[in-house]
Nanobody
Framework: QVQLVESGGGLVQPGGSLRVSCRSS????????KAWYRQAPGKQRTLVAS???????KYADSVKDRFNIDRDDLDNTVTLQMTNMKPEDTAAYYC??????????????WGQGTQVIVSS
């Protein structure tokens, strides 16, 4: 069982920057995707950014050119660097990993979430 632990959330002013990180308890082998989702109060959880093992990255339109996702598979981490932040970025941010295990079964894991508040 893979455990994901996020860190780095907090309070930031509009226009500021923040980085959230996620570390997995074990190395993920083979084809996989690491991603960040977010969920604001009263809203559904939505994809912010993803990075797959082939090197492809995807971003929600609302964060393109402001957020950057990076992964370090040797260190079992995935980070989300957020810049030029806006009040609408306020949400709980969740780390997500999916991969196919040795038997071909899809495995999905979620972190506990880290709160990000953008406010003056």
């Amino acid at each position: 069982q893979v455990q994901l632990v996020e860190s780095g959330g907090g309070l930031v002013q509009p226009g500021g920057s923040l980085r959230v990180s996620c570390r997995s308890s074990s190395t993920i082998f083979g084809e996989n995707t690491k991603a960040w989702y977010r969920q604001a109060p009263g809203k559904q959880r939505t994809l912010v950014a993803s990075s797959d093992s082939s090197g492809q990255k995807k971003y929600a339109d609302s964060v393109k050119d402001r957020f950057n996702i990076d992964r370090d598979d040797l260190d079992n981490t995935v980070t989300l660097q957020m810049t030029n932040m806006k009040p609408e970025d306020t949400a709980a941010y969740y780390c997500y990993v999916k991969h196919w295990d040795g038997s071909g079964t899809l495995r999905e894991y979620w972190g506990q979430g880290t709160q990000v508040i953008v406010s003056s």
